[in-house]
């Protein structure tokens, strides 16, 4: 499974940006989510959601600022981006989990970038101050 992911770029301090995460038809994701990588830096969780629920979770970095949402008529994930500050510069990455689980997982499998099998590309990021 092959995700593409889009709409990153140059902002300012204090923008937003939506990123986009389409993934094939006919695929299906129970859990998607955002990671990102600033140069030199490991790759962090940013956001994840139930495909089926719509529950979101976050990391505490960007509560109140970016939202995850997905639309499972287009099977295109997205993060709205707000208030974007300079240590939000990174490349962004979508990622899916498509395992069937026994049960429902807590925040913490969500945040786990080894728990996600689909990875998409990667999209840049640039928050200038």
Known sequence: VQLQASGGGLVQVGGSLRLSCAAPE???NARMGWFRQAPGKEREFVAALSWRS???FYAD??????????????N???LQ???LKP?????YYCAGDSKTLGYNPNSIYYSRA???NYWGQG???TVSS
Do not use: H, P, Q
Not at 61 to 74: A, L, W
Not at 87 to 91: I, K, L, Q, S
């Open 26 to 28: 006919r695929t299906f």
């Open 54 to 56: 719509g529950s979101t």
């Open 61 to 74: 970095s960007v509560k109140g600022r970016f939202t995850i949402s997905r639309d499972g008529g287009k």
């Open 76 to 78: 295109e994930l997205y």
């Open 81 to 83: 981006m707000n208030s």
């Open 87 to 91: 240590e939000d510069t990174a490349a």
């Open 114 to 116: 080894a728990n996600y």
């Open 123 to 125: 999209t840049l990021v």
